[in-house]
């Protein structure tokens, strides 16, 4: 893994063009691609849509919002959706129980915030797994059947979508500029691997959920969050911290299950377009926010007065090598439980191999043309 330097973060220009397929299908412009036929005669049907982040958020705005115009003009009017944002249904951490008792459809209910619920989607936090994002997401879709689909369902529960994030960096009151800066620093973090990861490089995480993030920096309970560039705008860390140390060793995969219930009752043709939709949706998600907003919240940051800071690549070294046993301990303590982190490990490489050299709007061209199949009964 090579050290993340200032010429090798993408400008906000240069993050547009990279995903420049993404915000044309945001746009609608892809609608017509795929024909999907459209049986069902009945009246539209509702999908309540959920989530923690606030109405104005970019990934609301920027994202979600055009794709739900997106959903529906690929439905011919069929789905029409209800969104509801800020935590107002309910709790960001009770995305699984909303989905069970029909407050919403399509909620978040990320692995990260529970270890012991997702044990094998923990193995996507893994440090140095993927090159970027847009990889990331495809190949947990693509691996979804063979290895993160029972955890899901043993919860009366579907998977929506699995999205990777952005490369996870510190934002710190305090400047962390070499391995040893780590020893007992307080950084939040979600559980499991994310977690394991600064344990092993001599910190203290504490776990926090989304809307616990910022009051633990701003109160002073944290010395630094461990957070994508996007979030780290959408929750206030960039305003909060003072330092921003580029590390990118972890992403998270933020998962949105789907109602079951919701599910089983929709027709098969409006399935498929859905379906068809989920791929593309987390595939331009990772791409614009995490990639084009994430570029803008950089810019941002660097405007209101954080500083940057980029490992040498001596201490990068150090960084990474103490890591590394994270990922064996992970393959060990999955194995010993029965569950196949090993195989799943060697999928994951394999695939990286081969995806790698592909550019996000390839990425994105092959979600709206030949989306992954078989995510959903």
């Not at 969104?83 to 399509?106: E, F, I, P, T």
């Not at 993927?130 to 059947?145: H, M, N, R, V």
């Not at 600064?198 to 910190?203: E, F, I, K, P, V």
């Not at 929750?235 to 990118?248: D, E, K, P, Q, S």
């Amino acid at each position: 893994m090579q050290p993340i330097t200032a010429k090798s973060e993408p400008t906000f220009e240069e993050a547009r063009d990279q995903a420049s397929v993404a915000r044309a299908w945001l746009n609608g412009d892809f609608v017509d691609t795929v024909d999907y036929p459209i049986r069902y005669a009945g009246p539209p049907i509702r999908m309540i849509v959920t989530g923690h982040p606030p109405a104005m958020a970019s990934a609301v705005v920027d994202v979600l919002k055009p794709s739900f115009r997106v959903l529906e003009a690929m439905t011919r009017g069929k789905i029409v959706i209800e969104d509801h944002w800020g935590a107002s249904v309910h709790r960001d951490r009770d995305g699984v129980a909303a989905l069970n008792d029909g407050r919403s459809h399509l909620a978040p209910i990320y692995s990260g915030w529970d270890a012991a619920a997702y044990p094998m989607a923990q193995g996507l936090q893994l440090p140095s797994l993927f090159d970027d994002s847009e990889t990331a997401t495809l190949i947990a879709e693509q691996l979804y059947d063979r290895y993160f689909r029972p955890d899901v369902e043993r919860q009366g529960i579907l998977m929506g979508r699995m999205k990777a994030s952005g490369a996870y960096h510190l934002f710190s009151m305090a400047p962390i500029r070499s391995r040893d800066d780590f020893k007992g620093l307080r950084v939040g973090t979600t559980e499991g691997v994310e977690a394991d990861v600064m344990w092993a490089l001599g910190a203290e995480p504490v776990t926090l959920s989304s809307l616990e993030m910022n009051p633990a920096l701003s109160e002073g309970r944290i010395d630094a969050m461990h957070l994508a560039d996007g979030s780290a705008e959408v929750f206030g860390i960039g305003a909060v911290a003072r330092y921003r140390t580029a590390l990118g060793l972890v992403r998270q995969n933020l998962e949105f299950g789907m109602s079951a219930s919701f599910w089983d009752a929709m027709p098969q043709d409006l399935r498929t377009v859905v379906n068809a939709w989920l791929r593309a949706e987390a595939q331009a998600e990772t791409q614009v926010f995490y990639g084009v907003a994430g570029a803008r919240a950089r810019e941002r940051f660097k405007a209101n007065g954080l500083r940057f800071i980029y490992l040498d690549p001596v201490e990068h070294e150090r960084v990474v090598v103490a890591t590394r046993p994270v990922v064996s301990a992970f393959i060990d303590r999955e194995e010993a439980a029965g569950r196949p982190a090993r195989a799943m490990i060697a999928d994951i490489a394999r695939l990286a191999n081969q995806y790698r050299g592909k550019t996000p709007n390839d990425l994105m061209h092959a979600a709206i043309a030949s989306p992954v199949q078989g995510i959903n009964r």
